[in-house]
């Protein structure tokens, strides 16, 4: 009787590797500061928008606010001791946050508290892009300001770390990419997913050749909680005083009255959000770009609708887009909902072998594979179970608490590991960012990466709201 082919000998030969605007601003351009090592100065980071991914941000580079460790502390469920144990063993980036801005009152003074003594409160952002003691900033903002905070930023000589999606509309993309060139700033688009360790693996092992030709790759949403519907809490008591509405909507392409739906959920709205396009497919298209490098989709053909939530939004709940890339010979899909819990994950299918790529990494092998055939045959393969699995390699079960919570943690947009420790993957991703700023190395979605993924979401977009096929022009660099 043959032997099954042994896994870690298989993985061995096929996939295996470890994973491994002042003077001061002039200073602190692209490639000037060697690091703390050298005695070089403390990084200065003004945190523009202080919601809750700006909060998520600032204690992702160790700056949590007061209240939320206090609350980890009271709380006893797994998930909130893991979270509080990875904060206080978090990596000090050598950062100090000297300026937070927000148009809602409340945040401002919660962002003040969690930065701690030395920081100055803004109201308005060019303020603090005028400050010489803001070296580089966070935004973290709707997406209607992103481009142009972004630009302003980056004449102004700060570097910039700028959330997803990079901008509101295609044609603010290259305003963004050329601002970014011409200023030299160091640029990160916040997709903390490429620092996640089964998304660097799935790299690994695809660029070994292990799928064969692939020709099919599938993405997914999955959410079915008001959380992961962009119905955010409202506070009960809002003083409309304590909100900077006119400012809010100054970058808006249409006016209109304020209401707290469209200030706290605005991701339901055309005028500061991109819908699913920008918000969640964005997230599996960079992943599926930093491990395949597909770059600009040819055509893009999207549908949906809002089928569950009639809250008065304006963006779908449902929503599927199929993108072509003929000049390599494959199609990608997305399929998002926001009515349903069930975990889909991603598949990246080849002729040999299929990789599964959900809360843990299977590897599937083709039963009519032309690569793996002899061995097929041969009994040293059977490819009704996977030849290979990873997982992050936690030691416990991780407690998760909603659909949109798994969502996150099985993309590792929530914890990653390194060197089989849980780790913050935002963490690493404002790493690599401040030490790009310091010279050492590069940042992983920089700008160009950063243009890809919001020509891609516009694209998506132009195809739902025009109800056509649309398609890139790479020459004119424009949607038609």
Not at 234 to 251: L, N, V
Request: hydrophobic share 35%.
């Amino acid at each position: 009787m043959t032997a099954k082919l042994n896994r870690r000998n298989f993985i061995t030969g096929v996939a295996a590797a470890s994973l491994a605007g002042s003077s001061r601003n002039r200073e602190l351009k692209a490639g000037a500061i060697p690091g703390k090592q050298s005695g070089q100065p403390t990084i200065r980071i003004g945190v523009i928008g202080f919601g809750f991914r700006g909060e998520q941000l600032a204690r992702a580079a160790k700056f949590a606010h007061p209240d939320w460790i206090r609350k980890m502390e009271k709380n006893k469920n797994p998930s909130s001791r893991i979270a509080l144990e990875n904060y206080r063993n978090q990596e000090d980036l050598d950062v100090k946050i000297s300026g937070i801005c927000d148009l809602y009152d409340p945040r401002v003074e919660r962002g003040m508290e969690a930065a701690g003594n030395g920081a100055r409160a803004f109201k308005n952002y060019r303020d603090l892009l005028k400050s010489n003691d803001i070296d580089a900033v966070i935004i973290a903002t709707p997406d209607h300001w992103h481009a142009r905070m972004a630009i302003e930023a980056a004449q102004a000589g700060k570097h910039v770390y700028l959330e997803k999606c990079m901008t509101r509309t295609a044609e603010e993309a290259m305003q963004l990419r050329d601002a970014v060139k011409e200023s030299g700033i160091v640029f990160q688009l916040g997709h903390q997913g490429r620092q996640r360790d089964l998304n660097l693996k799935a790299k690994e092992i695809i660029g070994k050749g292990t799928l064969g030709k692939i020709s099919l790759i599938e993405t997914t949403t999955n959410r079915n909680d008001p959380a992961g519907a962009w119905i955010y809490p409202i506070p009960e008591k809002i003083d409309p005083g304590s909100i900077d509405w006119h400012q809010f909507q100054e970058a808006a392409p249409s006016q209109n009255p304020f209401t707290p739906e469209r200030f706290f959920r605005w991701r339901c709205y055309w005028d500061y959000g991109s819908g699913l396009a920008g918000d969640l497919l964005t997230h599996e298209y960079d992943a599926i770009n930093s491990i395949l490098d597909l770059g600009i989709p040819h055509s893009a053909s999207a549908s949906g609708g809002i089928y569950f939530y009639k809250d008065g939004r304006e963006v779908p709940d449902v929503f599927h887009v199929i993108y072509e890339y003929p000049q390599k010979d494959l199609t990608l899909t997305y399929s998002a909902t926001l009515s349903s819990g069930i975990s889909r994950g991603t598949l990246v299918m080849g002729h040999d072998a299929t990789l599964e790529l959900g809360r843990t990494l299977s590897l599937w092998v083709d039963k009519e594979s032309t690569l793996y055939r002899s061995r097929i045959e041969a009994g040293m393969i059977d490819p009704a179970s996977p030849i290979a699995r990873y997982t992050h390699g936690a030691k416990e079960v991780d407690a998760i608490s909603s659909p949109t919570s798994k969502y996150f943690a099985d993309r590792g947009l929530m914890y990653t590991y390194r060197d089989g420790t849980r780790v913050n993957p935002t963490t690493l991703h404002l790493k690599e960012w401040i030490e790009s700023i310091r010279g050492n190395g590069r940042t992983g979605c920089d700008i160009e990466q950063g243009f890809q993924e919001a020509i891609t979401a516009h694209m998506a977009t132009k195809s739902f709201l025009e109800e056509r096929q649309v398609h890139y022009d790479s020459v004119s660099e424009k949607i038609i």
